[in-house]
Structures are given as C-alpha cells and as structure tokens.
Nanobody, 114 residues
Framework: QVQLVESGGGSVQAGGSLRLSCAAS????????MGWYRQAPGQGRELVAI???????IYADAVKGRFTISRDNAKKTVDLQMNMLQPEDTGVYYC????????WGQGTQVTVSS
C-alpha cells in the first residue's frame, strides 16, 4: 500500500520561507511524477509544482521564481522550497505521487500572514 507522509507546514509572515517535504513508502513499480497541489479556503485544489521522473517540471504561474521543487527518485521524496511567501499562498498543501493512479498525502497547512 502506497503512503505519502508530508511535513514542514506552518505559519510565517509575508516574505518568509518554508520547506515542505513528502516521503513515499510502499511498492511503487514506476513513478511517473511527484509534486504538490494546494487548496485555499473555499477554493478548489490547484497545481503548485510537479516534477516528472524524466526531469520535466511544471510550476503554476503564481509561484514561478519563488518556489522550487526537487525530487530524490531513489528515496521517493519530493520537496518544495517556498520563498517570498505571500498571504495568497495560504492553504493546505497536498503531496501527489502519480504512477498508474494518483496517490495523495494527508495535507499540511501553510498560513502566511500579512
């Protein structure tokens, strides 16, 4: 059974930084991609950043230049370094692992105050 465990959320003031980490466990024959989504209060879940096993990377326009995604394929981990955080970055951040299906973490709260 695949499990994703996230860590690193918290509360910061605008302009601050946080680093999110996600570690996958279980038998995963072929990971296609790992990444992060977020959900703000009253909003739908949206892509933040995702990195394919082939090295391809996609960032949401809202986070380009501020967030950096990194993966360790051997360890099955994905991190998200978030700099210059803004109040609009507030939300629950979910780790995603995609192989034949999508697996989601439990979510970690990020709160940015002005």
């Amino acid at each position: 059974q695949v499990q994703l465990v996230e860590s690193g959320g918290g509360s910061v003031q605008a302009g601050g930084s946080l680093r999110l980490s996600c570690a996958a466990s279980g038998i995963i024959p072929r990971i296609i991609a790992m990444g992060w989504y977020r959900q703000a209060p009253g909003q739908g879940r949206e892509l933040v950043a995702i990195k394919g096993t082939d090295g391809s990377t996609i960032y949401a326009d809202a986070v380009k230049g501020r967030f950096t995604i990194s993966r360790d394929n051997a360890k099955k981990t994905v991190d998200l370094q978030m700099n210059m955080l803004q109040p609009e970055d507030t939300g629950v951040y979910y780790c995603l692992l995609a192989d034949a299906r999508n697996y989601w973490g439990q979510g970690t709260q990020v709160t940015v105050s002005s």
